[in-house]
């Protein structure tokens, strides 16, 4: 009834409008993996396949009004696309040399095809036409050719990917002063002159009132916006809306999407509108693709003459933007490869070939000429590039010298330098650490040369270099990942995480920009300072492979970074949190919503421990555009995972899948009637938050339970040996970790009491963790970083020595060291302790004093993780009261005098 009242009213036979639309969709979907498989651009595979159902050829599908303006708005949004990936402080950068390539790349074919036309006896409008579209560049299959043979760092590809920049900016303006010129029917110098100004002041003007504006309103409407749709939709009305303004201003519609997705690519929710534009891409950019396909008259092809012209203006084609690499004289670069990066015309000729047509300026047979022109050259450079490149003379590789003093990197300027030439095995791990400093600083020309002549050097990861790919993962961004990416490292290194990266990019054939480089997720948690924090390296990674994978299993995304050296429990908590995450998300997006016990218990057994809990829901957080009320939902069922692993009596059903499991393992390992009996009265959440080996530790540690004040301490290398016993007497020694347990009765001030003790030893404490039994004993164990092995005797010693001194000789603050130093108490946090957080400088003696801070005021300390970095300390604790609630305002009034 709706589809009859439609073609009633508006003349349109829209079932028979859908049926080719369906036709065209799943045609193009199909040419398009097709392509992807045998190498080929898509867009040659979307044209094909429309002569093929269209009249020519079949006569499955004939374009109707309605199918041409949705063509029409396929070239609005891929126009917008590519503002939105133009990165304009990329534009400032271009350099001499490639802006002088840019310029002749669209000067010498202009002129060229202009001359040719007038040769044949085309028309003044066709032969500008002509010229228009054999000035276009599609540099995105180029930059496809480098990146497959890792050659995008070299001298050539930065020159024609630097082009590429200033030649969509050309491209456009040239195409604007050819459609005005073309409609006012006449070619004049005034008039030229006047459309050139009127092309670059709209193009100023827009941009600066869309820079100026847009990024303010984005984050107005972002800020209060219940539905995270909007924005997007307020993007496409902005390009909808610049677009008509162009046309008003009887300028082309798609200089105007042009510069709107270039002012919404600066806004801070350019990713999300970025994403959002893709979606309308897959479905709209195709049907301009086939559109061009179904209205080319395929007989034509079979006459001679367009044919022979066809060949002809083909190496015309070719010829003229071989001159561009004029432009790389004196720059050491090969010419001829510089020349073939300019050769495809691909999509950018397309638009403009179609544009011709619909002016009136094409006939038939000219139209299928550059059509033939536009599929030759954008097929014949791919494999010309790929021979150039492999048949080039060989490459000299640089001389290894010794490392510099300063180190192989050095920033001078704003530019990140690389001094010396490192030996090839130290390729990844230069790379990487390149990397991390290439978010802030552009990496220098001999870096990226250096880069380019080991670009088949293999790469395999050590323990050091899967260091410092965290640390990229940690502290890189976007521009760290496009370094990686220009110096081939995933390929080599990581080919699981290149085939993920190269999954992301919405099309394949178009230039990967930084932004398609970008990993909102990671960006959201470095803005939350979880990257300064030193234990969130499982966070990072989990983020990093959900925004890489885009939401793959999470056993076949961790095996994407299986060539890192990480410990099997890096791995089992990545694992852990990514799959906790997705079942939050799940949990947390159920209208309405409702806490299932069953759910908290299978998201307490991934976790297994509070901070994987905390973990989870800052990652969980970052990967959504979450609702108002699903922030509260999440809250909800964290503090109920908290509740379960704390205390998972409470929830039915939930003991057996959690509790039971890690006590019946523990029992599992000791038959001695104590053990078990101390074991079977430990606190749920001491049993949860460790492994069954370690709990059999504490409890032979604390049994029978120690007399009065006698400690009993025992010290175990964490590392897997010691490595100061193999270093030879010239070398200096290395730092350890150790596990120290220690094992005592229960006393006011003892976490203050060892960690004196420690003090006085120089022993340095990376992390505690403290359980207590009913009876009063008490397991404390601390990471210890030390050159030599502590003494078990001694530290054993000296802690009962301090407990013979009266609380009130034994429990002073030394303020001197509490002055300066940052706290903050946070309720929230954890459902039942208060999180305690205090940083500044490091000093001999700071964890003491802060312990016996919270001693003096009431606080007990149940878990505490201290980190240095650079001489700054961030210790966190959790803390309660004497009762064993959150610290009330009372207690943490008298703690914050102290720090006063």
């Known amino acids: 009834m709706t589809t009859a009242l439609l073609s009633a009213s508006t003349g349109i036979d829209w079932g028979s409008m859908f049926i080719a639309l369906a036709a065209i969709l799943i045609a193009a979907k199909v040419a398009s993996e097709v392509c992807d498989r045998i190498g080929v651009p898509a867009v040659i595979g979307e044209i094909a396949v429309g002569i093929a159902i269209g009249p020519s050829v079949l006569g499955l599908v004939d374009t109707s009004d309605a199918v041409r303006i949705l063509a029409e708005l396929g070239v609005i949004v891929l126009l917008a696309q590519v503002g939105l990936e133009m990165n304009l402080s990329e534009l400032r950068k271009v350099g001499r040399a490639a802006l002088v390539v840019a310029v002749i790349g669209v000067a010498a074919p202009m002129s060229v095809g202009f001359g040719a036309g007038q040769l044949l006896g085309e028309s003044t409008n066709a032969s500008l036409f002509l010229g228009a579209a054999l000035a276009a560049t599609s540099v995105g299959i180029t930059a496809r050719v480098f990146g497959d043979l890792r050659a995008l760092s070299t001298t050539e590809a930065r020159l024609v990917l630097g082009a590429a920049v200033a030649d969509d900016v050309l491209g456009l303006v040239i195409l604007t002063i050819v459609t005005r010129v073309v409609e006012q029917g006449s070619v004049d110098i005034a008039g030229v002159l006047g459309t050139l100004f009127l092309a670059i002041g709209f193009l100023i003007a827009s941009t600066a009132i869309g820079l100026l504006l847009l990024p303010r309103i984005t984050t107005f409407i972002g800020g209060r916006a219940k539905s995270p749709s909007v924005i997007a939709v307020f993007a496409a009305a902005v390009t909808f ?54 209205d080319t008259d395929i007989s034509t092809f079979a ?64 139209y299928a000429v550059v059509l033939i022109v536009v599929l030759v050259t954008t097929l014949i450079a791919p494999p010309l590039l790929r021979m150039r490149l492999g048949n080039s003379a060989a490459r000299v590789s640089p001389t290894e010298t010794l490392e510099p003093s300063g180190g192989w990197l050095v920033q001078r300027d704003n530019r990140l330098v690389l001094q010396g030439s490192p030996p090839p095995q130290r390729v990844l791990l230069t790379s990487l650490e390149a990397a991390v400093r290439a978010a802030n600083l552009d990496p220098g020309t001999e870096l990226l040369d250096w880069a380019a002549s080991h670009r088949d050097t293999a790469l395999s990861f050590d323990s050091e270099s899967s260091r410092a790919f965290v640390e990229v993962v940690r502290r890189g961004n976007a521009r760290s990942w496009r370094f990686l990416e220009l110096v081939g490292v995933p390929e080599r290194a990581l080919p699981g995480v290149a085939s993920a990266l190269h999954a992301r990019r919405s099309d394949f054939t178009e230039l990967d920009p930084t932004r398609v480089m970008a990993f909102p997720t990671l960006e959201y948690l470095r803005q939350r300072g979880m990257a300064e924090r030193t234990d969130t390296d499982n966070l990072m990674m989990a983020a990093f492979l959900a925004d890489a994978t885009d939401g793959q299993q999470a056993e076949l995304a961790v095996e994407h970074i299986s060539p890192l050296h990480l410990s099997p429990d890096s791995y089992r908590t990545i694992v852990a949190l990514l799959k906790a995450s997705t079942l939050l998300r799940t949990v947390i997006s159920q209208e309405p919503f409702n806490l299932n016990t069953r759910v908290l218990a299978q998201l307490a057994e991934y976790l297994a421990s509070p901070i994987n809990v905390e973990m989870c829901r800052h990652l969980t957080e970052a990967r959504g555009e979450l609702e108002d009320w699903q922030y509260s939902a999440l809250l909800e069922v964290v503090s109920g995972v908290q509740e379960v692993l704390a205390h998972p009596e409470l929830i039915d059903g939930t003991r057996e899948s959690v509790l039971t499991l890690k006590k019946s393992k523990a029992l599992e390992l000791t038959t001695d009637p104590l053990l078990r009996d101390r074991i079977q009265n430990a606190s749920a959440g001491y049993l949860i938050a460790h492994a069954p080996a370690d709990i059999v530790r504490h409890a032979e540690l604390i049994e029978p339970l120690p007399r009065g004040r006698t400690v009993r301490v025992t010290v175990h290398e964490m590392s897997g040996g010691d490595d100061n016993a193999e270093r030879g007497p010239g070398e200096g020694l290395k730092p350890q970790k150790w596990r120290v347990d220690i094992a005592t009765r229960d006393t006011k001030g003892l976490l203050a009491r060892i960690s004196g003790v420690f003090a006085d030893y120089g022993l340095e404490v990376a992390s505690a963790d403290l359980a207590t039994w009913p009876d009063g004993g008490v397991v404390d164990s601390f990471t210890i970083i030390s050159l030599t092995k502590p003494s078990s005797t001694q530290l054993a010693h000296r802690i009962q020595e301090s407990h013979k001194r009266r609380p009130e000789n034994g429990l002073r603050v030394d303020r001197s060291l509490l002055n300066g130093l940052v706290i903050s108490v946070d309720q929230d946090a954890h459902p039942w302790h208060t999180v305690i957080t205090v940083s500044g400088a490091d000093q001999p003696g700071l964890l003491q004093a802060v312990a016996t801070s919270f001693s003096i005021s009431g606080i007990h300390v149940h878990h505490a993780s201290i980190s240095t970095s650079e001489g700054i300390v961030t210790d966190r604790f959790e803390v309660s009261d004497r009762h064993g609630r959150k610290v009330g305002d009372k207690a943490t009034a008298k703690l914050m005098q102290h720090f006063a």
Not at 260 to 289: C, K, Q, W, Y
């Open 241 to 294: 809306a610049m677009a008509s303004a162009a046309d008003a201003a009887q300028l082309a519609p798609i200089i105007g999407a042009f510069v709107a997705g270039m002012s919404l690519g600066s806004t801070d929710h350019h990713e999300r509108i970025s994403r959002e534009f893709n979606v309308l891409a897959t479905i709209f950019v195709p049907i301009f693709f086939v559109s061009i396909g179904i």
């Open 303 to 366: 006459n001679g003459n367009t044919l022979l012209l066809a060949a002809a203006l083909s190496i015309v084609a070719v010829a003229a933007k071989m001159i561009a690499s004029v432009g790389a004289w004196g720059t050491g670069a090969d010419r001829v490869l510089v020349g073939l990066g300019m050769v495809p015309r691909g999509e950018v000729g397309l638009i403009f070939a179609s544009i011709g047509l619909s002016v009136g300026v094409f006939d038939d047979d000219l």
